[in-house]
């Protein structure tokens, strides 16, 4: 291990690398090495000057650390195979002592850090003093100071220091003041190289980094591999982090030694920064964990958490999945918030849908080249479901966009998708028409949106919205939107959507009175059964009425796989038309959107599970589809699925298995119509 | 309903917490105030307008 490594380790980080340690090294401040570890506890067992003559510094390390000293001496042999066991030292009289050890720090001095230099393609040169390569000239605008520049004394660092800094400040036109000069010494003197030991026995490596030992370079030279940009590639020398910072000196004087050249004139390779290794957390800083990215919270969050929400992340966002009661089971829970929306009223927070504000003469036309639907037909005060397609005619999202004003619309999206979208349509408007009057922003956040949802939720909306507006089913039907004012003049917004089926609301707020409007929802709710309901909840309404969600939009589905391909316009053009009609997207045996459920009622039904004919054998070549949303359905009592199956329209009632490999599912399953609860849609319209 | 008034409360609530942080004694090393009154406003104008929009950005 380098001796600097060893003292690192002990005085940086309190470990001691070994338990009987040999210092071996040709420079006196490798030989505080041996004081270091003296003075950690770690047995130094001798102490390898290969210097050309007895240094104070190093019988001083010696004294310190009450070791044998060998002036002039080497080792000539490491025993050891997964660690030292022990190593043989050759005295200057070529006697032979051995030492057990399994530490052996060594040294061959320091190398300045040039690699700044030459990568803006200064050219080092060789130091026969310190023989190691020092900055020569330099690129314009650089000055180097300190043992950068090969000044590795204290007294002379500090000079270089001054006079860099002076130079400095008189190029940017101060004058400097008179330096104050320090009464230092320098620690240490140049080490007397030695390359390689003569007659060593074993293995040397040179490049510790990349495995290359002094014989690789020998055959490197017998190849003709001369030069030290060539030799680098025929052996890898000095590759890769660390560029060569402990193993290109000594490899270049090998290279000298075998070729039979001066050391000053071999050359050298262009060394590059940084060759210290930078931890991967270092990059990632605090972006790990929980912290990987920061989490959104949602306006209701705090009340959702004052009422024992459990949390799960959905894009960006934290949203409440279900309100557990003491002692219930989260099946229960979930269970009960959806039975409660069917029976009475629920409110759930919506408000990480993405929201776009879009504006402008143009808006319904742009609308139009966007969605594969219409909407500059539109009547304002109205609201209509969208689905838009990717340029490859696959579904990119859905989501309603209201119709405020002749000349503003107001577009929401799926929460996963919402940046996404609002990409895409910045795309368009600057991109591919910009001819276009249209302007859009997105106002996700700025916009506090709640979902009341139940057969009272009119009777709870009409206690939030002011009496001015009349929202009675006559006044403001299924599909109305507009913009209103809530708890005494605190502007609003109302729309009359359902996800969950049932009559609903969507009622928004600018986003600092969210966390005000869901205790006042919750407040006059109560007199109606009121309780939130949180993503699992909403996700088993969703299935129930068979809406297309997360696991049918999925990035592989068409407008038709979806049931969805009436609402694409035959009389214009949009985003994605034409590669949408392609043979493979209209082919009808394409896997299209299905109910599932099962034949035995109390079988569990899993998402990811394979739809294969019923009795067939469980292969690739069975395979017709596969189940891609679940939910236990309390308002049916049983387990209810939707999945994408090859003819799926046209195979309502038959029964086929739904087998899971992963999971060992197995079940019959009846093939249905998608909408379970209310296909007529009677309720959502009261 | 008693109070029909909502009140509008800030997305720092609960998360930035006003106070002095750091060490007791001298001068603190964090103190965290919300500042409240100042509006933050997109402003975008309609195709043509950008200079109606900026002689209205500055009168105001």
Redesign the interface.
């Known amino acids: 291990m380098l001796a600097s490594a060893v003292r690192t380790y002990v005085n940086r980080f309190g470990v001691a690398p070994g338990r009987r340690a040999v210092v071996f090294a040709d420079n006196d401040d490798a030989f505080r090495t041996a004081s270091d570890l003296a003075h950690a506890g770690v047995e130094v067992v001798a102490l390898v000057d290969a210097g050309h003559g007895p240094s104070r510094h190093a019988q001083a390390a010696a004294e310190a650390s009450r070791a044998p000293y060998f002036p002039g001496a080497v080792i000539e042999r490491v025993r050891g195979g997964q660690g030292i066991k022990g190593v043989a030292i050759r005295d200057t009289s070529g006697v032979t002592q051995h030492f057990d050890c399994d530490l052996v720090a060594m040294s061959g001095g320091w190398n300045p850090s040039v690699h700044l230099t030459t990568h803006l393609n200064g050219k080092p040169k060789w130091s026969e003093r310190l023989s190691a390569l020092v900055p020569d000239a330099l690129p314009p605008g650089m000055s180097v100071a300190g043992a950068a520049q090969g000044d590795f004394g204290l007294a002379a660092c500090l000079a270089g220091g001054e006079a860099a800094g002076a130079e400095a400040a008189q190029g940017c036109g101060f004058t400097p003041k008179p330096s104050t000069r320090r009464d230092v010494s320098d620690e240490s003197e140049p080490a007397s190289p030695i390359w390689q030991v003569a007659k060593g026995r074993g293995k040397a490596f040179v490049d510790f980094q990349n495995d290359v030992a002094v014989s690789d370079i020998k055959l490197a030279a017998r190849e003709g591999f001369r030069i030290p940009e060539h030799l680098k590639r025929y052996t890898t020398l000095g590759m890769a982090t660390d560029q060569g910072k402990t193993a290109n000196a000594n490899g270049a004087a090998v290279l000298a030694g075998v070729t039979g050249r001066y050391l000053g004139a071999v050359g050298t390779t262009t060394f590059r920064p940084p060759f210290t290794p930078v931890a991967i957390s270092a990059f990632a800083g605090h972006h790990r964990g929980p912290d990987f990215r920061p989490a959104r919270?949602a306006p209701s969050h705090?009340w959702a958490k004052e009422q024992g929400a459990v949390f799960v992340e959905t894009g960006p966002w934290l949203r409440a999945l279900y309100y557990p009661r003491r002692g219930e089971e989260p099946q229960d829970a979930v269970n009960r918030e959806v039975a409660n929306v069917r029976s009475h009223v629920g409110v759930c927070d919506v408000s990480t849908l993405g929201k776009i504000d879009v504006?402008?003469?143009d808006a319904g036309v742009f609308l139009d080249r966007v969605y594969g639907n219409t909407f500059s037909t539109l009547a304002v005060g109205k609201a209509r479901y969208g689905v838009m397609l990717r340029e490859d005619g696959f579904v990119l999202d859905d989501g309603t966009t209201a119709r405020l004003k002749q000349d503003h619309y107001y577009v929401t999206t799926t929460t996963v998708n919402a940046v996404k979208v609002m990409q895409h349509l910045e795309f368009c408007a600057q991109v591919l028409w910009p001819e276009?009057?249209?302007?859009m922003?997105s106002v996700t956040?700025q916009w506090a949106q709640y979902a009341v949802a139940g057969p009272r939720a009119r009777d709870v909306l009409q206690?939030i919205v002011d009496p001015t507006y009349d929202i009675s089913n006559e006044a403001f039907p299924y599909l109305a939107a507009g913009e209103v004012t809530?708890?005494?003049r605190?502007p609003g917004r109302l729309f009359r959507l359902s996800f969950s089926g049932e009559l609903a609301y969507e009622v928004a707020?600018?986003?600092?009175?969210?966390?005000?409007?869901i205790r006042?929802i919750v407040?006059?709710g109560a007199a109606y059964g009121i309780a939130p309901y949180g993503t699992e909840a909403l996700g088993v309404l969703r299935i129930e009425k068979g809406h297309p969600a997360g696991g049918e939009l999925n990035g592989q589905t068409t407008a038709h796989d979806l049931g969805l391909g009436k609402l694409l316009s035959t009389k214009k053009d949009f985003i994605g038309r034409f590669m949408a009609a392609r043979p493979a997207l209209i082919d009808s045996s394409r896997p299209t959107l299905v109910g599932l459920r099962p034949v035995n009622r109390e079988d569990r039904l899993r998402a990811g599970a394979h739809l294969l004919p019923n009795g067939a054998e469980a292969t690739a070549a069975n395979d017709q589809g596969y189940v891609t949303s679940i939910a236990f359905s309390p308002s049916l009592g049983h387990w209810l699925a939707l999945g994408l199956l090859t003819n799926g329209p046209e195979r309502h009632g038959e029964i086929m298995r739904a087998y899971d490999p992963v999971r060992g599912g197995d079940v019959e399953v009846e093939i249905c119509p998608p909408c379970h609860i209310d296909p007529e849609g009677n309720r959502l319209r009261v | 309903?008693s109070d029909?008034?909502?009140?509008?409360?800030?997305?720092l609530?609960?998360?930035a917490v006003p106070g002095r942080y750091g060490k007791e004694e001298g001068e603190p090393s964090v103190v965290i105030t919300e500042l409240t009154g100042l509006g933050l406003a997109?402003v975008?104008?309609?195709?043509?307008q950008a200079s109606a929009l900026s002689a209205a950005v500055r009168k105001a």
Do not use: N, Y
């Open positions: 919270l705090q504006q402008g003469s276009l009057d249209v302007q922003v956040e206690a809530v708890c005494g605190t707020v600018p986003a600092r009175f969210g966390d005000a409007l006042k407040e006059v | 309903v029909r008034t909502l009140h509008p409360l800030s997305a609530s609960g998360i997109t975008a104008c309609r195709k043509g």
